[in-house]
């Protein structure tokens, strides 16, 4: 595999920088990327200092980064013009938030607490959050290298996961999607829910047998420090978090209310 091309001369200051963030595509400047020298792109973009490998330009000079690209639209205003400017009814300042941190644009986080502190702490509106997660085994065959020229056939079980997200509050939807680590491109786009598909790859199965069976894990947790989602119970518990940090209250868990991390479905409500 040839590495991408790069081009003749790194980008000045004054001329064009073209983004591709998560598929969309953002042209600007330098002088905009390194407004917060302290911040991530700050860094990345700084005088002198070398790309890292997954920021080399592509084949049409793009400089990606695989964020959701379509909340660096604000990131990108914010740069520009040096204040917050959201759309009226504007619901997914968790996910910008989120966004924020990942680039350590402090001054935007910093406008983003002082936009929720303005707003007060209004009556919330009422609201429905649905979870639903099943889990199923399957046993995978695969031969394992046990000399040079000794294969043993071996088997072993995987728990394959799948989970429904359905929730009619736009902005803790938005804090699910961030949570999870979901993208514009992964979901259906204004849709009031998206699903999760998962399998942790067992200790036995190695790593090459894994991806080809196309399998993937799940991931939680704030840039720099994400926790592995090995089952149903952590899964919950992420979800439970975030709804109790919206507002809502738990209704109903199913099949048996006294086991609520094992469960299989979960209702929460807002009024």
Known sequence: ISPPPVPSSPPSFGGPVTLNVGGTLYSTTLETLTRFPDSMLGAMFRAGTPMTPNLNPEGGGHYFIDRDGKAFRHILNFL??????LPLG???TALLRAEADFYQ?????DALRELEASRGTPAPTAALLHADVDSSPRL????ARRGPHHYELSSVQVDTFRANLFCTDPE??????ARFGVTNEDRAEGGPHFRLEWA?????LPEVEYRRLGLQPLWTGAPGEPREVVGTPSFLEEVLRVALEHGFRLDSVFPDPEDLLNSRS???VRH
């Open 172 to 177: 803790c939807l938005g804090a699910l999607r």
């Open 105 to 109: 644009i402090r001054p935007l986080l």
């Open 90 to 92: 504007y619901g997914e």
């Open 200 to 204: 942790p790859r067992p200790a036995e």
């Open 80 to 85: 520009r013009l040096g204040r917050l400017d």
């Open 266 to 268: 979960l209702r929460f």
């Open 140 to 143: 995978v065959h695969f031969s």
